[in-house]
């Protein structure tokens, strides 16, 4: 080798082959270990990245899913039945302490009020009521075209009311003295409820937003400050079923304890003033609550069918209704009220007669012209 200057690559492995050499040519690609080795080093320092890059949106999803949770659950069905019996036992307590006249007053604080109204209260005649809603334009066609009442609020029904021969006329008379005092104890409730949901939706109360709920724990009866049956509790009554059972009551206006006492719905009390029926046995105690004007036996009327036990499954059905953004439907909720009177479904029977007859469903989504600018922010 030392005699040639160049080399060949075949005299060169032919040299190295005499000399037991063994030639083989280099191999570049990896093995199937470090290929291994390299993926998961790999695959480790991506999960390193990516930790430092999404931990945090992790962790911020985490907190609003368990706070949406938590707000979901409170709305839900899952929980429905818990809510309701919960409505059911706390309302068992109230009664069992208005028995004692311990919460009475509690409940019906916001309606003894009216009692210090002064008691010089016009009562008008049916003429001047007629020509007040003449001048006013305030007719039921114009209510069923425009969805709109004016806000005229009236004290008390005229005395002529069962001297009006017309059926007709005396219907028409009645529902327009009531219809407005209805719908403004709905935008009341309306405006509660408003209230209710934006204070919820806070992380931190006032203490004037405590002792507002404070208030309204009391006046519907939740005893344990549950505030799933407050929600349950305070909510409105369809205005066609109002205009039913207080038609149904009275005789359309006619009858003594609405002349006499205000008293629209007829509801009993065994204490307090009241107006005693007289086909009532003399062992009988009870009778029939008297008010000192029709707008405070409207809520009176709300706050019994939103407190009283035996209205819990009216209150379920208008729960579960809502639950699933649905109307208030005031045909289907007057069978829960079977319990309103000794007739039972019978009773329910007549007053789904009466919004059907007399198209008061035409009713239910009408609206108050606002007298303040809260009940503007209703329309």
């Given at each position: 080798m030392k005699n040639k200057k160049k080399l060949n690559f075949h005299e060169v492995k032919e040299f190295l082959f005499k000399k037991n050499f063994t030639i083989r040519k280099k191999n570049k690609s990896f093995n199937h270990k470090e290929l291994k080795s390299i993926y998961f080093v790999s695959l480790s320092s991506l999960f390193i990245?990516?930790?430092?890059?999404?931990?945090?949106?992790?962790?911020?999803?985490?907190?609003?899913?368990?706070?949406?949770?938590?707000?979901?659950?409170?709305?839900?069905?899952?929980?429905?039945?818990?809510?309701?019996?919960?409505?059911?036992?706390?309302?068992?307590?109230?009664?069992?302490?208005?028995?004692?006249g311990l919460n009475l007053k509690n409940l019906l604080d916001d309606i003894f009020t009216f009692d210090d109204l002064p008691a010089d209260t016009v009562r008008l005649s049916a003429s001047t009521i007629e020509q007040l809603f003449k001048d006013t334009n305030y007719t039921l066609d114009n209510v069923r075209k425009t969805k709109l009442v004016k806000p005229v609020s009236l004290s008390l029904l005229p005395e002529e009311m069962k001297m009006i021969e017309s059926v007709k006329?005396?219907?028409?008379?009645?529902?327009?003295?009531?219809?407005?005092?209805?719908?403004?104890?709905?935008?009341?409730?309306?405006?509660?409820r408003k209230k209710l949901f934006s204070i919820l939706n806070r992380s931190n109360n006032t203490e004037a937003e405590k002792k507002w709920f404070d208030n309204k724990f009391k006046q519907y009866g939740?005893?344990?400050?549950?505030?799933?049956?407050?929600?349950?509790?305070?909510?409105?009554i369809p205005v066609s079923l109002a205009i039913a059972q207080a038609a149904k009551e009275t005789g359309w206006g006619t009858s003594r304890f609405a002349l006499e006492g205000n008293a629209l719905f007829g509801q009993w009390t065994w204490s307090g003033e009241g107006i005693k029926p007289a086909a009532a046995d003399s062992k009988s105690k009870h009778k029939v609550m008297k008010f000192k004007i029709l707008k405070a036996s409207i809520r009176a009327y709300q706050r019994n069918l939103n407190t009283h036990s035996g209205y819990r499954e009216f209150r379920i059905a208008r729960a579960e209704l809502r639950d699933d953004n649905q109307k208030l439907n005031s045909l289907y909720l007057a069978k829960y009220l079977d319990k309103y009177a000794a007739t039972g479904k019978k009773y329910t029977d007549v007053i789904k007669k009466i919004i059907e007859q007399n198209d008061l469903t035409d009713f239910d989504d009408v609206r108050l012209l606002p007298s303040s600018i809260q009940q503007k922010n209703l329309i």
């Open positions: 990245i990516g930790s430092f890059i999404f931990l945090p949106i992790l962790i911020d999803f985490q907190k609003n899913y368990i706070s949406a949770t938590k707000e979901i659950k409170n709305n839900s069905k899952s929980k429905f039945e818990k809510t309701l019996e919960r409505d059911i036992s706390e309302t068992s307590i109230k009664l069992s302490k208005t028995d004692k006329k005396r219907k028409k008379l009645f529902i327009q003295i009531i219809l407005p005092l209805i719908l403004e104890e709905n935008s009341l409730i309306e405006l509660d939740v005893v344990n400050k549950d505030l799933s049956t407050l929600k349950i509790r305070m909510d409105i």
